[in-house]
């Protein structure tokens, strides 16, 4: 038969020849109790550490008046950046303003030259999507198709000068170009209030936006210099500025664009030039005796 070691702890007093202690440990035994030991020392010297100044000495510990300070740093830090973002965003759109050279686009082909996407990324559009793109198409042909003209009828709208004559090309466009003759002011094409009055470097010119009755909006660029300031209300008719500056061919027109409830119209449509209506003679018959 197999015998199983056994081991013994024994505790005397020699003084007295007496045992005070007498353990018989097997070894799975001896092992728990070794094991209990180390975890009470564990816990005994992390007590220590934690609830006494050893806390100090441990790595990357910081105190709590450090730790408050260093917290207010990082949110002061972060508000700088922040205003630091906003004027430095300011700056560059007054040199993206200032700069004639730059070709203007528009804030979606903006965000794609900041964020180019890779072909692979992009996925054909859904049935959803293609629903829905075609649903708002729908909507925007009926708002400028019926319910502008419908909202026009009972609007009396003014032509930019007496003189002026939309360029071919841009009657049927949504930016109208109305050529100038050197002496002629611009005018107001209906009643409203004056939205903005500045000048775009870029548009070689002053900018005049005009916000009109029924929900009419009119944009009027390359002016000379204005005679409304914004806040100011107008008439139909009323001069806002004088003529444009010539081009560099010597061609003076002013750009005109319009909205109706956000939707862009044809302005043509709304200010365009009458055609010249030709009355035919009715020839004099004298009345006949009976």
Known sequence: MKRHPKYRIR?????????????????????????????????????IVM????????????????????????LRLDSILGVYEQNQTYLDNILKTFDISRVPTDSAAMTANLRELSPDSLLPPSPLERKFVNAMEERERFNISVLAPLAADGMMFSPLSDNGIFSANSRTEKKGKVIMTSDEAVKSVADGSILAAYYSPGEGGYVIIIQHAKGFVSRLARLGSPMVAAGD??????????????????????????????????????????????????????PRGR
């Open 233 to 286: 209300n107008v008439l139909a008719g009323q001069i806002l500025s004088l003529g444009p500056r010539p081009d560099a061919k010597g061609r003076r027109h002013v750009e005109v664009m319009m909205w109706h409830n956000g939707m862009p119209v044809i302005p043509y449509d709304y200010i365009g030039n009458p055609e010249p209506t030709v009355s035919k003679e009715i020839p004099f018959e004298a």
């Open 51 to 74: 609830t006494t100044p050893l806390r100090t000495l441990l790595p990357g510990y910081m105190k709590q008046s450090e730790r408050s300070a260093t917290e207010d740093n990082i």
């Open 11 to 47: 505790i005397e007093d020699e003084s007295r020849l007496e045992n005070l202690v007498d353990i018989t440990l097997s070894p799975w035994w001896l092992a728990a109790a070794a094991a209990a030991a180390v975890v009470i020392l564990i816990l005994i010297a992390g007590g």
